[in-house]
């Protein structure tokens, strides 16, 4: 018998919670990223900008940015996020991506008077990359933004600044960015030392507070930010798209952090955080820092993480599901995932069944379970027995099945010579970063007329 409608449904529930962990398996988590926005998910329908797209909201050093561009901008963050927003949400969010938006030109003004290099063609290597990732054709991308009534040069706009701006602070950073060995095995040996303390891998959001007058802006800012991301908004996603930090362009990603490298505001609320929570913002010199914990090691001889072998398979719908009304061939495809799950046994038999019509990778590399957010998605895994599948996952899109091959308890790794150089290399482009920014803010004629 095929599925009903009705049956369909609380499976879509479980998937739509699940959604943001399943990215962590299949793809990157932003479309800085490589992952394309999802015009469908964002708003019911596209929605015209609102008032005179036309009337210029703020004059930059003599640019100007307009509501066209801030309204885009705000819906281009919802497009991406994959959420339904509200004309109420929106227009709330709109002060601070006009406040990010000047940011932007602020920036762009400094990489073309220090004559840095963005050409179109960087731009369109970028969407070209985006869409590879996502198995789009080219153009497609441009095409789905003009579907959502977004304007293509918001996205186009966003990319160039970003280049541009990492080219710029790599130049100014000159010997700088090359870290000497001498500082590399210094870190290792600090980390090395540490080893007994407890150390936890973190993602961070942060908005700064160049202005005292603006601070009860901001601060209602960052709390509807924090609320969407209690209500499944991907952290990563949020993080590409708001944060001021140098991580932005990883999602957000912090890596592995002692409380020792913290701001003593945030190290005293980390200790006590689970895997998958977010903060309430976090007041730090310059602004806010919303921190998420993705996992914590616990120091001594209970130390080590959990690392997991997956296969997954998935199987796309033909068409947009709708979960009331599912066609006969969303059925099938359901029915199809249904007997898998429950006939096929072993990762190498899973696997042959799930190359069939997929464009996504059976495995999905190395995963450490503590890693693994939404706290559901951790649970789903951490529950399933070696060589049988997990129940079909059911979205939009289609539907996935996951089975775990292997589960192994891994000591803690020190840190490599690699990582220590990154390490070292990202705190002196955050903190060059955080210094440049500030600087053209001070210099800067804003004339604010929002």
């Not at 529930?13 to 990215?23: N, P």
């Not at 006590?272 to 929570?277: L, Q, T």
């Not at 559901?376 to 951490?382: C, E, P």
Request: with cysteine; proline share 8%; aromatic share 4%.
């Amino acid at each position: 018998m095929l599925p009903s409608a009705s049956s369909l449904t609380p499976s879509i529930r479980l998937a739509a919670a699940l959604s943001a962990g399943l990215s962590l398996l299949v793809a990157a988590p932003a479309w800085a990223q490589g992952r394309a926005p999802r015009p469908h998910a964002a708003t019911e329908a596209p929605q015209p900008p609102r008032g005179n797209v036309n009337r210029i909201l703020a004059v930059v050093n003599g640019d100007v940015v307009t509501q066209s561009e801030v309204s885009s901008r705000t819906r281009l963050f919802a497009l991406n996020a994959g959420f339904a927003a509200s004309g109420e949400m929106l227009a709330r969010m709109e002060p601070q991506v006009l406040r990010l938006l000047v940011d932007e030109k602020l920036r762009m003004q400094e990489v073309q008077r220090r004559q840095i290099p963005v050409s179109d063609n960087d731009v369109a290597d970028a969407l070209r990359d985006i869409e590879q990732r996502n198995g789009l054709p080219r153009g497609a991308l441009t095409a789905q933004l003009r579907q959502a009534g977004i304007q293509p040069r918001s996205l186009y706009d966003q990319i160039r600044v970003q280049i541009g701006w990492g080219r710029l602070v790599r130049v100014l950073l000159g010997s700088q960015f090359e870290v000497p060995d001498s500082e590399v095995q210094e870190l290792i040996a600090s980390q090395r030392a540490r080893q007994d303390q407890a150390a936890y891998l973190l993602g961070e959001i942060f908005i700064p507070v160049d202005n005292p007058a603006q601070e009860g802006e901001v601060t209602t800012f960052v709390n509807d930010v924090v609320t969407q991301l209690r209500r499944g908004l991907p952290f990563p996603v949020a993080a590409t798209q708001f944060s001021q930090s140098s991580t932005a362009v990883q999602g957000g990603d912090m890596g592995w952090q002692g409380l020792d490298r913290l701001d003593p505001a945030v190290a005293a609320i980390v200790p006590r955080m689970p895997p998958g929570a977010i903060t309430n913002p976090i007041r730090v010199p310059g602004g806010f820092q919303i921190i998420a914990m993705r996992q914590r090691r616990e120091g001594g001889p209970n130390g080590g993480v959990t690392q997991l072998t997956l296969r997954q398979a998935n199987f796309p719908f033909p068409g947009r599901l709708d979960p009331q009304n599912p066609t006969e061939a969303q059925r099938g495809v359901v029915e199809r995932a249904m007997r898998i799950s429950q006939s096929v046994r072993g990762c190498e038999a899973f696997e042959q069944q799930g190359r069939a019509g997929s464009d996504r990778p059976a495995d999905p590399g190395p995963v450490v379970l503590e890693a693994v957010n939404p706290p559901q998605l951790r649970s789903l895994l951490a529950g399933l027995t070696p060589g049988r599948s997990s129940q079909p996952l059911i979205s939009p899109e289609g539907v996935t099945l996951i089975m775990v091959c292997s589960r192994e308890r891994q000591a803690p790794q020190g840190m490599s010579a690699d990582a220590a150089r990154e390490q070292l290399r990202r705190d002196r482009i955050e903190t060059l970063s955080r210094q440049l920014q500030r600087e053209l803010r001070r210099r800067a004629v804003i004339d604010n007329r929002a």
